[in-house]
């Protein structure tokens, strides 16, 4: 199975899925950042909300296409926290790209360096937005990945996550980023990843952190054919426990307006698991939820590289 999901993160090209999940207003920032229209693009970032953020980062920052055009901006406007920002986010997904999706004591020394380096660089910018700005979540949820990276104390890590969770209470992103910090495939181990998303996700908390239960369940399931334990991961899916968890949670997700447009990374991780339990017909029901939303993971585990292969797989 590994196998599958390194070919398929070799193989993605950047046109297969929108890290943007399609939001509507992606390509006027594009514009304005091919126009150098820099002020145009942060007055209008300004007054996004949180998950319009969110998504502006991912379809812009972490284009490896746009990686110039965001030093150009940073080259002009060089006190912008907004420039720093997408700095920051951009020297992220390249430090990924430089890495490559091997693991750990397979990749080259070479590449091992080009993605510390670019991680140091991500840091600098994401401090330096921090400075110019403390009131953006984006920026302490972004600092929470290059630390995954950098393999900086969890202490470290846990700060920039508690201020970003202050700013926006279910900011799904710096959610995510910190339970693949906990994560046992860097560095954490599987109590600290289930115990987080146990603490962050209650029937009282948004709804939209519903998908911290669904990683850790899909993370485990990887952890053991990471680690060799082929008995545990091929039962894990086959135990009536966990297929009665997994349309339970299910059953009780009900949409919310807080970080609606982020919708689409619940429905992937429900479709995945009910469509890895056998129960087709709800993941049906759920890949239904996300046309042309595909998000790269949980997919990308059982070798699904694109929208189309999705709903091949769901038998759509």
């Keep these: 199975m590994l196998g599958k999901l390194f070919k398929a993160l070799r193989g993605k090209s950047a046109s297969d899925i929108d890290l943007s999940l399609g939001y509507a207003r992606l390509p006027e920032f594009k514009g304005w950042l091919a126009q150098r229209n820099y002020e145009a693009f942060e007055s209008a970032y300004e007054t996004l909300t949180w998950d319009a953020k969110s998504l502006v980062n991912e379809g812009i920052g972490l284009d490896a296409g746009q990686a110039g055009a965001i030093k150009d901006w940073l080259s002009q406007r060089p006190d912008s926290y907004a420039a720093h920002l997408f700095a920051g986010v951009s020297e992220t997904g390249l430090a990924w790209i430089a890495r490559t999706a091997g693991i750990a004591n397979s990749v080259s020394g070479d590449r091992a360096q080009q993605f510390f380096e670019h991680l140091e660089a991500a840091d600098e910018h994401l401090q330096r937005a921090d400075e110019l700005n403390q009131d953006d979540a984006e920026i302490c949820a972004r600092t929470v990945r290059v630390y995954m ?4 104390e969890t202490e470290a890590a846990t700060s920039y996550f508690e201020a970003a ?8 992103i710096a959610h995510l980023m910190m339970i693949n910090f906990l994560n ?3 560095g954490g181990s599987l109590a600290q990843m289930q115990q987080f998303a ?6 009282d908390s948004g709804s939209i952190l519903i998908t911290l239960p669904l990683f850790a369940l899909v993370e485990e399931w990887l952890h053991y054919d990471m680690n060799e334990e082929p008995k545990k991961h091929a039962q894990f899916f086959r135990d009536p426990a966990m297929k009665s968890n997994i349309k339970a949670l299910y059953q009780s997700y009900r949409e919310e307006e807080d970080g609606q447009l982020l ?9 995945f698991l009910l469509h890895m339990i056998n129960e087709t017909e709800q993941a049906k029901e759920a890949g239904r ?6 998000t790269v993971y949980p997919w990308a585990y059982i070798g699904v590289e694109s929208n189309k292969e999705m709903l091949h797989t769901l038998k759509l």
């Design 149 to 152: 990276g950098l393999q900086t």
């Design 289 to 294: 939820k996300i046309p042309g939303k595909m």
């Design 263 to 271: 919708i689409p990374y619940v429905y992937n991780y429900f479709a």
């Design 184 to 186: 046992p495939k860097w």
């Design 198 to 203: 146990r603490d962050m996700y209650t029937p």
């Design 165 to 172: 969770k202050k700013l926006v209470p279910n900011h799904l």
